[in-house]
Structure formats: C-alpha cells, structure tokens
C-alpha cells in the first residue's frame, strides 16, 4: 500500500511517503506566511510528480482544525490530483494525529490521550482520545476551549498531555510529551488504516475542519 500525505499548517510543512511499512518523511518549519513549495516539499522525499502519482494507492491530508489558510491550501491542491488520479482523498484530524504520534511514545498497552493546539491568545483546539491494542479513538466532539476551562484537565494525573495549546504550567507536567511533534507521518499512518476498514473516500467530500469561524467570514 502506498500513501502520500501532506500536513500543512501556518508553522510547518510535512510530507510523507508511506509505502508498506516503510515511510519517506521530511517536515520544515517556517514563518506563518510562508506558503508551501509544493516542487521542495516532494523533491525532500524524492517523490517524481510526473509519474509517482500513477503509482499510489490514496492521497491523505491534515483536514484540521489549524490554519485556515494552510488548510485551504491544501485540500485546493490535493482535491484535483485525486479526482484525475482517480485516488481515494483521505482527510484526517490534526488533533487524532497528534494523539496517534503521542502513542508511539506511551508504554502502556492502555491510556488517555488529551490533545490541544492553539487556536487564539486566549482558545484552543481540544480533542480527547484513548489509546488501545486496537488503535486510537475519540472519545467525545473535537471542540473549542478557553485556557481557563482546560487548566481543569491538568489536575488530572492518569491522562497523557501533548500539543501546543495548553497554559504554560503544562510544561511542569509529568506526562506533557513536549518532544512528540506533529507531521504527515501520522497522517500517513492513520489514512492506511482508514483505506484498509474499505470505505470509500470521494474526494468532493475531503474538507477542512475549521470548528471556529475564518476571521474573513466573520466581517
């Protein structure tokens, strides 16, 4: 099975070529209005846009919630490769990769997995996830929260912690996993799991995840 993936946000770009069980992965990170160089982003993982495509199985991306530009972007370019391609367009949850790359760095069998990425100075993006033998789930809506409403889950000592949306006091936590970083890695990982369950994936459907209104919309 063989998977790209792009995750795409107002900080970094990610790429990622799954293929089996091998994976070809380069991230960057750059200023908030930098725009993705498409041709740099698949020269990093030697990835031939004149013929590689034809031999992919689906094509992934980072749906949100982040970035509304950076999402944008990304679904703008991905959505007609997958309609001419012909390949499946897998929209994945920013939040659930963060909770499947903090997995990768948990050693019980069993855990809870609370996920943030900043969305303003005074909100985040929170979604809550378990993991298990059988993967990552949610456990409930991916959501919009203040600081304060999230300083109530710190007190919590059975729960594992990762992303960049917390209060700053989550760096004194035990189990904040401040090294595990977001990237199309995870992305890749997850749509293979996806493909495998044999949905369907049109690509007219893939759409970002904003859950907070774009600031243009709101004028």
Known sequence: MKILALDISGTYSSIALLSGDEVNTFTQTHERKHRPEWGELFSCI???TTKDFDSLDALAFAQGPGSYTALRITASFLKPIAVVKNLPLIPISNLKALAYEAAQWIDEDEAEILV???ADLNESYFGAFTKSPTGIESMGQESVMSFAALDAYLSNSSSYFIGSGWPKII???????SLAQAGAESVAALAKLELATGKRFDPELANPVYLKTPEYQKK
Do not use: A, R, V
């Not at 760096?171 to 996993?177: G, M, P, R, T």
């Open 116 to 118: 943030t990425l900043q």
């Open 171 to 177: 760096d004194q936590h035990s189990q904040y996993l």
């Open 46 to 48: 030697d990835f031939d």
